[in-house]
């Protein structure tokens, strides 16, 4: 069985960084086979993808994070890290990680991912 145990969230200020964390657990697993990504879910909004890894490390984000937000994942770890700077009010949210074990790009279809964190709250302040 994976899991997947998300950390790092919190309360900052606008303009400030975060830094989460996502652990992936279980026997004879590893983060290398496998697309992850980070998404979000504000009150009332719909869950939304923020940036997603593939198993080959190509990255990709959604609009209102590019440029501020950065996507890694350490295989040696096992871990996913979401590095969030410049953070806006607009950002707060409960993030979210997930995985799918799959030799393709990751998808954009949210219910196609396997695994999913229970979550880690980030909250923004002005």
């Known amino acids: 069985q994976v899991q997947l145990v998300e950390s790092g969230g919190g309360s900052v200020q606008a303009g400030g960084s975060l830094r989460l964390s996502c652990a992936l657990s279980?026997?004879?697993?590893?983060?290398?086979?496998?697309?992850m990504g980070w998404f979000r879910q504000a009150p009332g909004k719909e869950r939304e993808e923020v940036a997603s890894?593939?198993?080959?490390?190509?990255?990709r984000f959604a609009d209102s994070v590019k440029g501020r937000f950065t996507i890694s994942k350490d295989n040696a770890k096992n871990t996913l890290y979401l590095q969030m700077n410049s953070l806006k009010p607009e950002n707060t949210a409960m993030y979210y990680c997930?995985?799918?074990?799959?030799?393709?790009?990751?998808?954009?279809?949210?219910?196609?991912?396997?695994?999913w964190g229970q979550g880690t709250q980030v909250t923004v302040s002005p």
């Open positions: 890894i593939d198993r080959f490390g190509n990255t």
């Open positions: 997930a995985a799918r074990y799959t030799s393709f790009a990751c998808p954009t279809d949210l219910k196609l991912y396997t695994y």
């Open positions: 279980g026997s004879a697993t590893s983060t290398s086979g496998y697309c």
